[in-house]
């Protein structure tokens, strides 16, 4: 399910400083959206930031996590 990438937006050149009573009115409008379009947003932006398909995200590689049982 690829989103439209007009839909959303990622500004790298974007910053800005806030104060505590700013930060808490910044988050407003993504809280009427539901967690799955919420989701949708986070898989967007990261598939933008990290330079990859988002209908083809890359697998993780578990050659760098080892695991051993504990006793």
């Known amino acids: 399910m690829s989103e439209n990438p ?9 910053f800005h400083a806030r104060n505590a009573s700013q930060q808490v009115n910044y988050g407003k409008e993504y809280q009427n959206l539901t967690w799955q379009e919420r989701m949708q947003i986070h898989k967007y932006l990261n598939s933008i930031a990290y330079g990859y398909d988002m209908d083809n995200p890359p697998r993780m590689d578990r050659t760098a996590f080892r695991t051993k049982s504990r006793k």
């Open 6 to 14: 007009k839909k959303f937006r990622l500004d790298r050149t974007a």
